[in-house]
T-cell receptor
Framework: NAGVTQTPKFQVLKTGQSMTLQCAQD?????MSWYRQDPGMGLRLIHY???????DQGEVPNGYNVSRSTTEDFPLRLLSAAPSQTSVYFC?????????????FGEGSRLTVL | GENVEQHPSTLSVQEGDSAVIKCTYS??????FPWYKQELGKGPQLIID?????GEKKDQRIAVTLNKTAKHFSLHITETQPEDSAVYFC??????????????FGTGTLLAVQP
């Protein structure tokens, strides 16, 4: 199993551009989520999904869109990038529809918005 | 919603000493408290967790304690080794509408173990 795979690992955008961060997992996990990590702020939940076709907002959802058409994939879309979205983004998944155990993280995607 | 505070933000210890990281949470309904370790350039990995019906849990050199009344929990690492150097995050589950579907993290502690 590859676990949780994120692409790209690095990306530089200009303000106003849009892009999609890809996340795929091969563990048949129902639950998937996106976090952003900023210095001194820890990991903050952006959006999450408890199963295909179901998504909901986390702590910091503004400026981001998600969809979940399959169990395996959970892409994160930046609609119009802003410098405040410069961060490291982590996708994570866990078995079941809630937190009953281990959250598996990808290796992260580092985004810089100029 | 849930709020998790973590202290200290940085911690430096000598190899062989113990390290303690403390977290407090705000939502008395939280019932699951994991700890994650993040090495440089990697995603966080679960190292230990505790549920609200347990006061303490140990796994070799790592232990976690939970005080539900005071709403705080702590990570204890004994006999620290250089490979313990990393960023450690505490977290608390947040149940909304009966569904535990959010995990809220603390701000992290950078642990440096000096050889």
């Amino acid at each position: 199993n590859a676990g949780v795979t994120q692409t790209p690992k690095f990306q530089v955008l200009k303000t106003g551009q849009s892009m999609t961060l890809q996340c795929a997992q091969d563990m048949n996990h129902e639950y998937m989520s996106w976090y952003r990590q900023d210095p001194g702020m820890g990991l903050r939940l952006i959006h999450y999904s408890v199963g295909a076709g179901i998504t909901d907002q986390g702590e910091v959802p503004n400026g981001y869109n998600v969809s979940r058409s399959t169990t395996e994939d959970f892409p994160l879309r930046l609609l119009s990038a802003a410098p405040s979205q410069t961060s490291v983004y982590f996708c994570a998944s866990t078995e079941g529809g809630g937190y009953t155990g281990e959250l598996f993280f990808g290796e992260g995607s580092r985004l810089t918005v100029l | 919603g849930e709020n998790v505070e973590q202290h200290p933000s940085t911690l430096s210890v000598q190899e062989g000493d113990s390290a303690v990281i403390k977290c407090t949470y705000s939502d008395s309904a939280s019932n699951y408290f994991p700890w994650y370790k993040q090495e440089l350039g990697k995603g966080p990995q679960l190292i230990i967790d505790i549920r609200s019906n347990v006061g303490e849990k140990k796994d070799q050199r790592i232990a976690v304690t939970l005080n539900k009344t005071a709403k705080h929990f702590s990570l204890h690492i004994t006999e620290t080794q250089p490979e313990d150097s990393a960023v450690y995050f505490c977290a608390a589950s947040w149940a909304q509408g009966g569904a535990t579907n959010k995990l809220i993290f603390g701000t992290g502690t950078l642990l440096a173990v000096q050889p």
